[in-house]
């Protein structure tokens, strides 16, 4: 990467104008025709296959690989779609390392799993570009559902409810839909605007409206909504941000990852967006992994990555912290920050060393200082205004099975759910199951 | 090292993989090439009668089926014998039989089946200096409307009356080409026995339609919306192929008349099982038109080694080698008793042994719920189903059960007595064991 700006402080244009499309090409570029017909081949159709089994959707892989194999791309997209109508995106940001492709019998023989996710990608990518929706509508039922949030979550279950042919409505704070998708997936996954397509045409099964720019607590209430509709779903994700609760952290350019990350997102020209010359990046998930990784293809000088504790308990997988580490991404474990130094603006960031033992995690005297002229937090994000009348587990709504919440006509899921894992997938599996149950109990 | 050399009917090669009768050997410039890339002899394209040359179809003339990386495993083709004048092609023949001396160059022929159109042919073929003549009595389209090819092959009496008529007419040595469009191959080669054969060859191609275009609606390959059956060869052939050799091989009327094996060599270990079966030598069309004349570079390499390994130092030692094993299912131990065994060491828990054989056959393997497969003994027929879809080669063998041990699915011990259909109790016409 040539720097245009090597400048301390942060600033914009760092890079050529055409280094930023470069820069954030496609992660997983797209396969073309032939070599979708050779990775498909590569698939043993196996017998309950191991990596139906990790995949939170349950998607027939052996049977869409099959599809593809046969040269039937768009039966293939409808066999994903079906489990999962979000298929298009999950393709995308799905970590495959740590789900269907590390089951893959083939990653067990060889160490070479089947490339499942490009080849989801390839047949989802094959049916939407006809911009044809492959689900119809059953006739209307006269129920009506509220769900709130239109992420993962949301959507998914907006969608298998409409197509039972129930009415729903969709209320999202934001005055775009797709949530994370939207808002928070790295640039590079998500390329060309794919989240605001794949929400069009989502909307297409129709018997759905979006009721963009309302909160819920400020806008509309729970209490209403259930006046109103005969069932209401929650996906609202995790709105705030969890706090380092150090001195200095109110100072200028130390700011959480989720809202870079953000602005990114919604900036069409990245040469507009500024970003330190050096960048520290505090937490060890996929937000720290791809605030890091996005600030680094900015054009940010050095950037450095610390997390509290080893490498191992990062959630981040090994996969992210690889991209991390090939995009430049210094990664330093067992440490955790003490003070922000600055004057106004940040400048430099204090940290102890930790051991991680029987005691927990404790900070050693040993310290040390970075340069830092921006710093992302990026320790977690927390739910935010849970409405008083639900059951709280932990931090999350607490649910039981199929995201019933304590409340008879409420489910919840996604990310703001006290079950899953914080990913894409799991919020549109969540949000599917729910709008099952939904559907049963209203049609009982 | 092995010698690869052989002496098949007097007609001396370095090596027993020749290419056969087919688009690589149809002119001088090709069967230079095949020689330079070490190719130990060629049947030339098959000449026709002096005048008009043979028409073919523009095309598409082939059509193909393929397996996992579209790896070629039958080809099908419409083409008819050579398009050239006859005088340009034994010219041809003359100059590299002059240059490479060492070589086999065997000319095939196919003229109309009238005594004086052979007689005409051979002396011209004679004159190039040729090692010998095939008679293609295999072709299963276009020629045999006109009444060559395999409608000669088909009838046992045409294959001795014309093989005569070029015994007759000719010291070349004769090698009769067998079409295995016919139900019992012993027949025909049994006539150019008694008309006189040298050997016979075989097999040519199959009758066969590769595919359909489902947009046409036609037969593949399609010309001009209409298509029509060729002849099919390549691997998917080769177990009909080694059938038919073993037949002739083992028949006591035939089983003297030397043998070139064809259809689906596509490497040492498929020629080495041609040659275990009987062939003298082999042939080799698709492989070498899938892949070009290097390949028998691996052919050359892998069968030495393999000989090496067995130490063999002449490929006398082990031509027909497999003929005594070869036998009727009626003669088969019906007393002999393996079981699947899975090594789960080398099992990557695809499953396809269970479903296979849950599905389809035995019920004879079971799975956990952490994908642990193993063989019920006593459901075990030992059908081998799971061992040919098994992904992983080597992973499931067959076990042989030791004489004396129990067979869990019987609850009878494996018995140290041969026994078979012929004096088995179910047998209506067994006869008792002496
Ligand atoms: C930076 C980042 C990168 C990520 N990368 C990946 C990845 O690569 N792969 C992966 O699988 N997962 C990734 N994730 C996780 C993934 O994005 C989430 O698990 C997923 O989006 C959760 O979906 P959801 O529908 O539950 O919530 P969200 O996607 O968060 O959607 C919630 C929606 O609810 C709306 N909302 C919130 N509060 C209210 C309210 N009070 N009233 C009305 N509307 C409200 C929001 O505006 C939003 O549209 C990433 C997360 C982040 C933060
Ligand atoms: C193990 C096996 C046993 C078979 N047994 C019979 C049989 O008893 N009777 C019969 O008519 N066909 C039998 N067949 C032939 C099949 O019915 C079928 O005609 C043949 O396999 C070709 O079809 P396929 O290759 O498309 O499967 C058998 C095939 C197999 C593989
Ligand atoms: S585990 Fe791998 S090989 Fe088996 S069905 Fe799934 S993708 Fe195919
Ligand atoms: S192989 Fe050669 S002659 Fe045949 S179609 Fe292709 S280019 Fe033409
Ligand atoms: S087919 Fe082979 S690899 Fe697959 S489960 Fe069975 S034994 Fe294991």
Not at chain 1, 110 to 134: N, S
Not at chain 1, 394 to 412: D, F, L
Not at chain 2, 8 to 16: A, T
Request: proline fraction near 5%; hydrophobic fraction near 40%.
């Amino acid at each position: 990467m040539s720097q245009l700006n090597q400048g301390s402080g942060v600033v914009s244009a760092r890079l050529q104008a055409n280094e930023y499309k470069d820069n954030f090409l496609d992660l997983h570029p797209p396969l073309d025709p032939h070599e979708a017909l050779v990775a498909a081949d590569r698939c043993y159709f196996c017998y309950e296959a191991p990596c139906v089994t990790s995949c939170p959707t349950d998607i027939d892989i052996p049977l869409f690989i099959r599809q593809i194999a046969t040269g039937t791309p768009e039966a293939s997209a409808k066999t994903i779609l079906a489990q999962n109508i979000l298929g298009g995106m999950c393709a995308r940001v799905c970590p495959t390392e740590t789900l269907c492709e590390e089951a893959c019998v083939r990653e067990i023989a060889e160490g070479k799993p089947v490339d499942i996710g490009r080849l989801q990608r390839f047949a989802t990518d094959t049916l939407m570009q006809t911009g044809e929706h492959p689900f119809v509508r059953q006739a209307e039922t006269g129920k009506t559902v509220a769900v709130v949030g239109a992420g993962p979550a949301g959507l998914a279950c907006a969608h298998r409810l409409a197509m039972h042919g129930h009415a729903v409505r969709i209320s999202d704070a934001n005055l775009k839909a797709g949530g994370l998708n939207e808002f928070g997936i790295a640039a590079y996954k998500s390329t060309n605007e794919f989240a605001a397509s794949e929400v069009d045409w989502l909307l297409k099964i129709g018997g759905i409206e979006l009721d963009l720019g309302k909160t819920l607590g400020k806008d509309i209430y729970l209490e209403g909504l259930l006046e109103d509709f005969d069932a209401v779903f929650l996906g609202m994700g995790l709105g705030g941000v969890n706090e380092l609760g150090l001195s200095g952290e109110e100072k200028d350019h130390v700011i959480d990852a989720v809202s870079f990350i953000h602005d990114l997102r919604q900036t069409k020209d990245l040469s507009t967006l500024p970003v330190g010359r050096h960048v520290v990046v505090i937490g060890g998930g996929m937000t720290a992994v791809d605030a890091a990784v996005q600030s680094k293809l900015l054009g940010a000088q050095n950037v450095h990555l610390v997390y509290r504790r080893g490498r191992e308990r990062m959630n981040a997988s090994k996969y992210e912290q690889d991209i991390a580490a090939s995009r430049g991404v210094n990664i330093i474990t067992n440490a955790e920050p003490t003070r922000i130094i600055g004057n106004g603006a940040v400048q430099e960031i204090e940290f102890s060393y930790t051991v991680d033992g029987l005691l927990g995690l404790q900070r050693t005297d040993d310290t040390f200082r970075l340069k830092a002229d921006q710093v992302f937090k990026a320790i977690g994000q927390s739910l935010t205004g849970v409405p008083s009348l639900l059951k709280i587990d932990g931090r999350k709504i607490a649910v039981s099975e199929n995201g019933k919440t304590s409340h008879a006509k409420i489910w919840a899921g996604g990310d703001c759910a006290s079950h899953g894992d914080d990913l894409t997938v799991t919020a549109v599996a969540e949000g599917r199951d729910a709008a099952e149950d939904i559907h049963r109990t209203l049609m009982a | 090292m092995a010698s690869l050399q052989s002496n098949f009917l007097g007609i001396k090669s370095p090596n027993p993989f020749w290419l056969a009768s087919a688009p690589p050997t149809d002119k001088e410039y090709n069967v230079r090439r095949a020689f330079e890339a070490g190719w130990g002899g060629v049947v030339w394209k098959t000449l026709g009668s002096e005048g008009p040359p043979i028409v073919n179809v523009n095309g598409p003339r082939y059509g193909a089926i393929w397996g996992a990386d579209r790896r070629l495993l039958g080809l099908n083709n419409i083409e008819l014998i050579t398009d050239r004048p006859l005088e340009i092609n034994l010219r041809e023949i003359k100059a590299v039989k002059r240059d490479y001396p060492d070589r086999a160059v065997v000319a095939s022929l196919m003229v109309p089946c009238e005594e004086g159109a052979w007689k005409a042919i051979l002396p011209l073929v004679e004159e190039t200096g040729a090692d010998g003549v095939e008679l293609n009595f295999g072709c299963p389209h276009g020629m045999a409307e006109r009444g060559m090819g395999s409608a000669v092959g088909q009838v046992p009496e045409y294959v001795e009356m014309v093989t005569r008529w070029v015994k007759e007419t000719t010291r070349m040595p004769c090698i009769v080409k067998l079409t295995p469009n016919i139900s019992d191959i012993c027949q025909p080669a049994h006539a150019a026995l008694k008309g006189g054969a040298d050997a016979v060859s075989l097999i040519n191609t199959i009758t066969s339609v590769t595919g359909v275009d489902l947009d046409l609606m036609a037969p593949t390959p399609t010309i001009d919306g209409k298509g029509t059956h060729g002849g099919y060869c390549g691997p998917a052939v080769k177990p009909i192929a080694l059938n038919m050799v073993a037949q002739i091989a083992r028949n006591p009327i035939t089983r003297d008349i030397p043998i070139s094996g064809i259809g689906g060599v596509t490497n040492w270990r498929d020629a080495a099982e041609f040659m275990a079966l009987g062939a003298g030598n082999v042939q080799v069309c698709t492989a070498a038109m899938t892949y070009g004349f290097k390949i028998v570079q691996e052919m050359i390499s892998g069968l030495s080694e393999w000989m090496d390994e067995k130490q063999y130092t002449s490929i006398d030692q082990f031509i027909g080698g497999a003929v005594p094993n070869v036998t009727d299912w009626q003669y088969l131990n019906l007393n002999h008793v393996t079981k699947a065994r899975i090594n789960q060491d080398d099992c990557i828990k695809c499953g396809r042994c269970y479903a296979a054989c849950e599905d389809t056959s035995h019920q004879a393997i079971s799975i956990t719920p952490d994908r642990i497969f193993e063989v019920k003994d006593d459901e075990c027929v030992a059908c081998n189903l799971c061992v040919n879809v098994c992904p992983v080669e080597g992973c499931i063998t067959m076990e042989t059960l030791p004489v004396g041990a129990m067979d869990e699915r019987t609850g009878i011990p494996v018995s140290a007595e041969h026994g078979d259909w012929t004096t088995h109790p179910n047998n209506p016409s067994a006869q008792a064991a002496e």
